[in-house]
């Protein structure tokens, strides 16, 4: 068993099916406590790389450590300590939550499964609805109840794949409050795959894989530098035409918009203020913006489509 300061730690992970690479050469490091974000497009590696980490996959190249343990040879050991949430709803949909929550535990080998069952349904407020059958759960409830039994054998590290995918924004913002709580008062660690910005936002760090390559990784404010982006915000009326003008000038990389207005990103500062300023009419009201993270991220993934 290997010490480190980190939950995980692997070098040049590598996946292919059929002869098609879907994680290629990714590297990751993941403190004992942190909350990672791990983003990309549907197809891009991700739940490739979490299968790989909890032992359902064996890399075909590569090596390194998850909580301190082998990812080529001790699978059986990283299993026992991982809550894996995946993106579809796994449990029984035809047994009521309690009766879920039980067979999981005895799955875990967990010792006292009726003590253990009811302090994980009261920590997670499921006390009320144990009696209903999972199928009835709305998709919050079913999100919280997949939680929960991610957390019966008290794992050092969590595994989550788009967890909040279908849900309200209430009960993602009730479920983030919850993996912050267990990060900072029980110090697990969390590895979450996401769509929303909102949510990369929460996390301590983050990494972008694109169909199988990782393209960036470190703080929001790191990956912001590193991508060196300018980018302009504009208001006013008929924003589609002067998008499509504005994208016949090279200078100008990226037009998103935004609701009422629109970002433009470009990464040659002098040069995509002059193709601007043709543009600085009375009917267009601009200001210069900081870049997002969802600029940068999208001007990922557009660059990363010709790797397809």
Known sequence: MQNSQYAIDVKNITKAFSGKVVVNNVDMQ?????????????????????????????PDAGEGYCLGHDVLKEQDLIKSQIGYMTQKFSLYEDLSVRENMEFVAKLYGVKNV?????????????????EQ??????????????????????????????????VDPLARRDFWDTIHHLSGDKGI????????MDEAERCHRLAYLAYGDMLTKGTIDDIILHEGLNTWIVKGKNLLSLAIELKKFPAVEQVLAFGNVMHISG?????????????????????????????????????AKDNY
């Not at 009726?114 to 144990?130: A, G, N, P």
């Not at 409830?141 to 909040?164: F, I, N, V, Y």
């Not at 660690?189 to 929303?196: G, N, Q």
């Not at 009917?283 to 990922?300: G, N």
């Open 30 to 58: 993941v403190k004992y406590g942190d909350i990672y974000g791990f983003l990309g497009p549907n197809g891009s590696g991700k739940t490739t790389f979490l299968r790989m980490l909890c032992g359902l996959l064996v």
């Open 114 to 130: 009726k003590k253990d069952v009811k302090r994980v349904l009261e920590e997670h407020s499921l006390t009320t609805r144990q």
């Open 133 to 166: 059958l999972a199928g009835s759960l709305s998709g919050g409830w079913k999100q919280r109840l997949a939680l929960a039994a991610c957390l019966l054998h008290d794992p050092k590290l969590l595994l989550l794949d788009e967890p909040t995918a279908g």
């Open 189 to 196: 660690t969390v590895l979450v795959t996401t769509h929303y």
């Open 267 to 303: 990464s040659d500062e002098a040069k995509l203020y002059k193709t601007i300023q043709k543009f600085m009419l009375p009917e267009y009201s601009w200001s210069k913006s900081a870049t997002t993270i969802e600029d940068v991220f999208i001007h990922l993934m557009k660059k």
